[in-house]
């Protein structure tokens, strides 16, 4: 009995102190290096909002943020290994628009998103750019929109691939007017933007970093940007919301995600130093010129966002028909 009692006193005393232990722990955070995890590859645009964000992340807290390329299935590897990792903190997801869209498209995911994640900073934003070849004869939105009335499933558009934000870019498009185009999906940006070059499809949401040069040298037609306010890259083009479709924001962006039951002393400490990297002059020098625009806020911004994100392409897919 004697024994018994100095048990159940040491597994009281435990539990008391466990708390107090993990707390402390989470003060101390980060007393190691942390490891980014990226679902695409090296100079993808995830890739380098990481390296050059968390290069000033790192100087902020005292410790190394270690970018990790994970690639593959949609930036789902990388979600997948986030997921699984410790909650302490020390590994994070570089989130992208793909995630929400992976989550409503295929049911099958190994994870649940966003409920095995914890937000923790909402960092970049690059808007997508709605440009047409010369040949389509249009200047607006509102002309691509009439001519593809006039002439159903006429025109092709090109994307990144299946099921990718400049996929559902179009389709969002074809939701939101009802008019009929014919997808092409590609292996990546750089493909779909060489075959709209020589007029093999007709128009594409990209990127603005891999079709303003374009644009700007006559070879391709810009009509619009996909984010809620007018791109520093190149502020004369309209919003879809100015072109006359008020709700279509379809910007590729990035930000933080943390395992879900990550301590919030830990999460708290990332997201400020986030929110200070993205005002340092090296970060907006570099992202800036490339029409990457830096974002910012709460932990609970960012939910909020992932929220509205997951109910708005839950739509899109449902009326597209790609759910599986």
Known sequence: MHAMRKLSVLLVSF?????????????DYPARPVHVIVGFGAGSGADVSARV?????????????????????????????????PKDG???????IANPILAVVNSNLSYNFPKDFAPVVRLTTTPNIL????SVGVKTVKELIALAKAKPDALSFGSSGVATGTHLSGELLKVMTGIKMVHVPYGGSPQAVTDLLTGRIQLLFSPASTV?????????????????KRTAAAPELPTMAEAGLPGFET???FGLLAPAGTPKAAIDKINRAGNEALKAEEVTKVLSPQGIDLVGGSPEDFARYLDSEMKRWAEVATAAGLKK
């Open 90 to 96: 020390y590994t994070l997801l570089m989130a992208t």
């Open 15 to 27: 539990a008391i102190l466990a708390p107090v232990a993990t707390a402390a722990r989470a003060q």
């Open 212 to 228: 303003l040069q374009h644009v700007r040298e006559g070879k391709l037609v810009a009509l619009a940007s996909t984010e809620a």
């Open 251 to 253: 910007g590729l962006w």
């Open 53 to 85: 964000i968390g290069a000033r992340m790192s100087q902020i807290l005292g410790q190394q943020f270690v970018v990790e390329n994970k690639a593959g299935a949609g930036s789902s590897l990388a979600a997948e290994a986030v997921a699984r990792a």
């Open 131 to 134: 440009v047409v070849h010369p």
